[in-house]
């Protein structure tokens, strides 16, 4: 059972680029976080999906950032436009959900770098 | 709003020691807590997990322990290793409302292990 699949690992974007950011969840999973970490700080909450449906978005920036999770296919973080301030680790963690109480497995995270 | 602090915010031991680290979160209201280890520049890695009906959990040299009623966890790491060198992580799965399990961090103790 392969564990949380994040790619690409490393992604370089100039200002103005998009940045597609995706997270394929273990296998029999149908709930997947992100969390962001920036330079020096700790990880905060983004966005909680479950298959097609977004369930809380507080954490995710009002302007640029979506992200969804489709019936078939990974879980994709979308930033458009990106800035210098976007350049930090994405981090998805996928659980299989049982009121709260599950364990939550990260994947190796994405490394978006702006220039 | 869900607060999480560790301290300390770095450690130093030689090889060998037994070493303590700590944790608190200031609501109570949690489904289960986490302790995480991340290397330089990877993702995480889970530890253990505590549910909050739960005091402790062991795993080879590390135990955790739980108060959830002061708001406390302890990580405790015996005969410490060079190869236990990493940034440690707290988390809380915070229950109710839509929080639906989504982790709150603590900005984690950066633990060096030297020979």
């Known amino acids: 059972n392969a564990g949380v699949m994040q790619n690409p690992r490393h992604l370089v974007r100039r200002r103005g680029q998009e940045a597609r950011l995706r997270c394929s969840p273990m296998?029999?999973?149908?709930?997947v976080y992100w969390y962001r970490q920036l330079p020096e700080e700790g990880l905060k909450f983004m966005v909680y999906l479950q298959k097609e449906n977004i369930i809380d978005e507080s954490g995710m920036p009002k302007e640029r950032f979506s992200a969804e999770f489709p019936k078939e296919g990974p879980s994709i973080l979308r930033i458009q436009q990106v800035v210098r301030g976007d350049s930090a680790a994405y981090f998805c963690?996928?659980?299989?959900?049982?009121?709260?109480?599950?364990?939550?497995?990260f994947g190796q995270g994405t490394r978006l770098t702006v220039v | 709003k869900q607060e999480v602090t560790q301290i300390p915010a770095a450690l130093s031991v030689p090889e060998g020691e037994n070493l303590v680290l700590n944790c608190s979160f200031t609501d109570s209201a949690i489904y289960n807590l986490q302790w995480f280890r991340q290397d330089p520049g990877k993702g995480l890695t889970s530890l253990l997990l505590?549910?909050?009906?739960?005091r402790e959990q062991t795993s080879g040299r590390l135990n955790a322990s739980l108060d959830k009623s002061s708001g406390r966890s302890t990580l405790y790491i015996a005969a410490s290793q060079p190869g236990d060198s990493a940034t440690y992580l707290c988390a809380v799965a915070n229950a109710g409302g839509t929080s639906y399990g989504k982790l709150t961090f603590g900005q984690g103790t950066i633990l060096t292990v030297h020979p």
């Open positions: 296998k029999g999973h149908s709930h």
């Open positions: 963690a996928s659980s299989p959900w049982t009121g709260g109480a599950t364990e939550a497995f």
């Open positions: 505590i549910q909050s009906s739960q």
